[in-house]
C-alpha cells in the first residue's frame, strides 16, 4: 500500500512538473491571450473554428504583438501552432507568422513560417538565428492543403532543430541555440517588424521547455 502511495504521488509530481513546463495559449480573444494583454495591429477577428474559437489575420496588415518569451531560460523546448492558411496566392506567398525576438537584439531570433504555391498547398519554413550561425529549413516537395486545419511543430534539443507537421517529422538540421533573452517579444500573424503578414486562421500556440 506504501509503496502504491509513493509511485502514485511520483507519477503526479511528473504529470505536474510536465505541465508547469508547458504554456498554453488558446487564441480565442483579443483582449487577453493566456493572461496577456497583446498588441493588436490591423483588425483581427475572433472566429468560429469547428466548435472553438481562433483569430483570423487578413494577410495584409492584422497582427498581435506579445511582450513575453515563453522559451526563456530552455535549452531545449517545442513550440506548436493549429492553424488553418487560406488560399492566398500569389499575394501572401511568404508568410511568418510566428516570431520570437528581443527588439533590442535582431542577431537572436526563431521564426515559423510558410510558403505557398500555386497549386492550392503548403509548405513548412523554420528558420533560426545567433550571433554565430542561421539555419533555414524548407522542402518546397512537403506540401499540404490549403483552407484544412494542421499543426506546425518547431523543436530544439542538443544542437538539432527539428520539423513536424500533423505530428510527423519533416525537416531536420543542426544548428547550436543561443538562448533569446527573456525581455524578448512573441508576434503571431506577421513578422515582429510588420512585413510577410499570414493569411489565414490561428487557434492554439503551444509552448514547452521540453522535447518529447
Not at 493572461?35 to 492584422?62: H, R, S
Not at 492543403?145 to 520539423?163: E, F, H, M, T
Request: hydrophobic share 35%; glycine share 8%.
Amino acid at each position: 500500500m506504501g509503496c502504491c502511495l509513493v509511485l502514485n504521488m511520483l507519477l503526479v509530481g511528473c504529470v505536474a512538473s510536465r505541465q508547469s513546463r508547458q504554456e498554453v495559449w488558446q487564441l480565442n480573444s483579443l483582449e487577453t491571450i493566456s493572461g496577456y494583454t497583446p498588441q493588436v495591429w490591423g483588425q483581427p477577428k475572433v472566429v468560429k473554428a469547428e466548435g472553438k474559437k481562433a483569430i483570423q489575420f487578413d494577410g495584409k496588415e492584422d497582427g498581435l504583438l506579445l511582450g513575453v518569451n515563453p522559451i526563456a531560460g530552455a535549452d531545449a523546448f517545442t513550440i506548436e501552432v493549429e492553424f488553418k492558411p487560406a488560399a492566398a496566392y500569389p499575394e501572401n506567398v511568404e508568410q511568418r507568422f510566428l516570431h520570437i525576438q528581443d527588439p533590442n537584439n535582431d542577431k537572436r531570433r526563431i521564426l515559423i513560417e510558410l510558403r505557398l504555391n500555386d497549386k492550392g498547398q503548403w509548405y513548412p519554413d523554420l528558420f533560426m538565428r545567433t550571433e554565430n550561425a542561421s539555419l533555414t529549413l524548407i522542402d518546397s516537395t512537403r506540401t499540404h492543403p490549403v483552407n484544412k486545419w494542421a499543426s506546425i511543430r518547431l523543436a530544439y534539443k542538443d544542437g538539432q532543430l527539428k520539423g513536424y507537421v500533423n505530428g510527423e517529422e519533416e525537416l531536420s538540421g543542426e544548428i547550436e541555440y543561443l538562448p533569446i533573452s527573456s525581455t524578448a517579444k512573441t508576434s503571431i500573424g506577421t513578422r515582429m517588424d510588420k512585413r510577410s503578414w499570414f493569411n489565414g486562421a490561428i487557434r492554439v500556440v503551444k509552448f514547452s521547455k521540453t522535447v518529447e
